[in-house]
Nanobody, 125 residues
């Protein structure tokens, strides 16, 4: 049973930075695809950033390109989301999600069967 635990959320001001952390346990990292999703009140969940450990490829939604960076430490089974120049529209609950598939590539519509409990990010204007 793969478990994901997020941390690092908080209340910040516009322009500030936060680093979210997702610790993965209970599964191998070799072919793991890990994504960060977010959901704001009254909005649909959206994929934010993804990393495929198979080849290290990453993918970002347009709204965060140049501001957010996803990275992974396979030995520590940890994924980070560095968020810079935060905006009020980044306010949401952020979730990390994962699946493992040989040759898996980043795709927000992938079979993400494991999810964390979420961490709240609030950006004040």
């Amino acid at each position: 049973q793969v478990q994901l635990v997020e941390s690092g959320g908080g209340l910040v001001q516009t322009g500030d930075s936060l680093r979210l952390v997702c610790v993965v346990s209970g599964g191998k990292m070799d072919y793991r695809v890990i994504s960060w999703f977010r959901q704001a009140p009254r909005k649909e969940r959206e994929g934010v950033a993804c990393i495929a450990n198979y080849d290290g490829s990453t993918y970002y939604v347009d709204s965060v390109k140049g501001r957010f960076t996803i990275s992974i430490d396979t030995r520590e089974s940890t994924v980070w989301l560095q968020m810079n120049r935060l905006k009020p529209e980044d306010t949401a609950t952020y979730y990390c999600a994962s699946y493992s598939l040989f040759g898996g590539r980043c795709d927000f519509d992938g079979p993400f069967g494991s999810w964390g409990q979420g961490t709240q990010v609030t950006v004040s204007s």
